[in-house]
């Protein structure tokens, strides 16, 4: 007797390396094929098509990608906005790396590498913005 498949947990749905190395490309394009996603990646690095295929119908179970089956070849879209996804992964490495430490993990990010003149007044920015909004919650 087959076990029922269960809900996969939230932790199984993060995308691995690979996962989002093929997110992007569909994240950019919108939707596409498996072969459209295997030219691509097969540009930046050494692949199979039955790879990416097989890589693709994991993502789908796993629930980070839709497929289209009533046209052919099939299409594949995102399930979840790239922020989203990007949201999640962030807040997972702040949990298990930082210890749930905002300071760390900003800390260390601004110091793993060097931030453009640009990354650091839109940083500025987004800071003046949060103190902003905490300003007016506490006079609300």
């Not at 930046?44 to 693709?56: D, I, N, S």
């Not at 906005?81 to 490495?93: E, S």
Request: net charge negative.
């Amino acid at each position: 007797m087959a076990r029922p498949k269960s809900n996969p947990d939230p932790s199984r749905r993060r995308p691995t390396e690979a996962e989002c190395n093929i997110l992007s490309i569909i994240w950019e394009r919108g939707t596409a094929t498996v072969r459209e996603v295997y030219e691509e990646l097969s540009q930046r690095q050494e692949v199979g098509y039955t790879t990416v295929l097989k890589f693709m119908q994991i993502m789908t179970e796993k629930g980070l990608l839709e497929r289209d089956a009533s046209v052919r070849p099939q299409v594949f879209s995102p399930s979840r906005d790239k922020a989203d996804v990007q949201r999640d992964m962030v807040g997972d490495l702040l949990d298990r790396v930082f210890g749930g430490s905002t300071e760390s993990l900003v800390l260390g990010v601004l110091s793993s590498r060097p931030s453009t003149p640009e990354e650091i007044a839109k940083i500025r920015r987004f800071l003046d913005e949060m103190e902003l909004h905490e300003s007016e919650g506490d006079s609300a």
